[in-house]
């Protein structure tokens, strides 16, 4: 199967990414499952889509596929299809792909069913907003609402980071500018340095994957810059936990008191599937109250759950409520609001009325 069918068919069936392996039919997986299609791939099939992939992003192949380990992160355009995240590996000798459909245009938050409260962070101006959860989980669908709703309603100077770039966002009301990892510039930490130095109003950090890229994002955000950035961790607690870990320990009171003072708030989420066959968006959404901001500061992380549900009249939510709530809802099963759950026993007692 030519790469053009096998993306038109990704585009069409509502995948969220295309497997690439040998050893297998292509994979395609729709809705949190697999479905394989046509004969079993021989390492000479894979290399001829990966070289189409190559040839369609316009990236040299020889230098990359030639090595004896490839790891290779990259995106690209199909025409009337869309944008595509590819990674390109080597497994048992032979090139294997992993590919992301992204497609055209913007994500309509309401469709996607991000709630008004996430979408409220693009209003802020300055500090540090978190986006966490595990991979796929939707975090850059979430990031890419939140820039172009700032793109639309605001002017200023946006600098997004991304390795590689997913979304595509036009001059609006904002100038926009993308850089990519490894193509327009080496790591995170140059670009986020150079940043600084190109009067942001506004940055996204793909990743915050070191104690490195962690310090220099919460410096920019303390020098009046709003910042957006993600980690794989799964609620708010979990987050501040991961992040002051990421420092030694003599540096860690120190990174609490920065953190509280920077932190508008953290947005985490999980995709889970729901009782009709799709999927849904678990949220968890934790403002930087002047109560939280006292538990950073303090270490008392644990805490933070409680002051969450305490500060529900402000928009804010527990994983596990909103988990609860759809749940409650008829939208997913009992069971997996437990797999999901961050608190298994709390939830148990949350679901006891529900069969």
Do not use: W
């Amino acid at each position: 199967m030519e790469l053009t069918e096998i993306l038109r068919i990704a585009v069409n069936e509502g995948a969220s990414d295309v497997f690439v392996v040998a050893g297998l039919p292509l994979t395609f997986k729709i809705n949190g499952h697999q479905d394989r299609r046509g004969a079993v791939l021989m390492p000479d099939d894979t290399e001829v889509v990966i070289r189409a992939l190559y040839q369609q992003a316009r990236r040299d192949p020889e230098q990359r596929l030639n090595s004896p380990s490839v790891d290779d992160d990259f995106s690209f355009s199909m025409r009337d299809l869309g944008r595509f995240r590819a990674n390109v590996l080597r497994q048992r000798g032979s090139l294997a792909a992993v590919l992301r459909v992204i497609r055209f245009g913007l994500p309509d938050p309401a469709a996607l069913g991000i709630p008004p409260q996430v979408l409220s962070f693009a209003r802020r101006r300055q500090g540090l907003v978190l986006v966490t959860g595990p991979a796929g989980s939707g975090k850059s669908t979430t990031l890419a609402c939140m820039i172009d709703a700032i793109n639309r309603e605001r002017e200023g100077h946006i600098i997004t980071m991304e390795d590689p770039i997913e979304f595509i966002h036009h001059h609006n009301r904002c100038i926009v500018t993308q850089r990519e990892i490894g193509t327009d510039t080496r790591t995170y930490v140059q670009a986020l340095r150079g940043a600084l130095r190109e009067s942001p109003d506004v940055i996204l950090l793909g990743e915050m994957r070191d104690d490195e890229t962690m310090e220099v994002a919460m410096q920019a955000a303390e020098t009046g810059q709003l910042l957006f950035s993600t980690l794989h961790t799964t609620g708010a607690a979990n987050t501040m936990d991961r992040i002051i870990d990421a420092f030694p320990a003599a540096r860690q009171g120190q990174v609490r008191v920065q953190l509280a003072m920077i932190l508008q708030g953290v947005i985490s989420q999980q995709l889970v599937p729901t009782t009709d066959g799709g999927q849904t968006v678990a949220f968890e959404i934790m403002d930087s109250t002047p109560a939280i901001r006292t538990l950073i500061r303090e270490g008392r992380t644990h805490q933070i759950d409680a002051s969450i549900q305490a500060g529900a009249a402000l928009g804010m939510c527990t994983m596990d409520d909103s988990l609860a709530a759809l749940c409650r809802a008829g939208r997913i099963t009992k069971e997996t609001a437990l797999t999901y759950c961050l608190h298994l026993e709390t939830m148990q007692r949350k679901l006891a009325a529900v069969r």
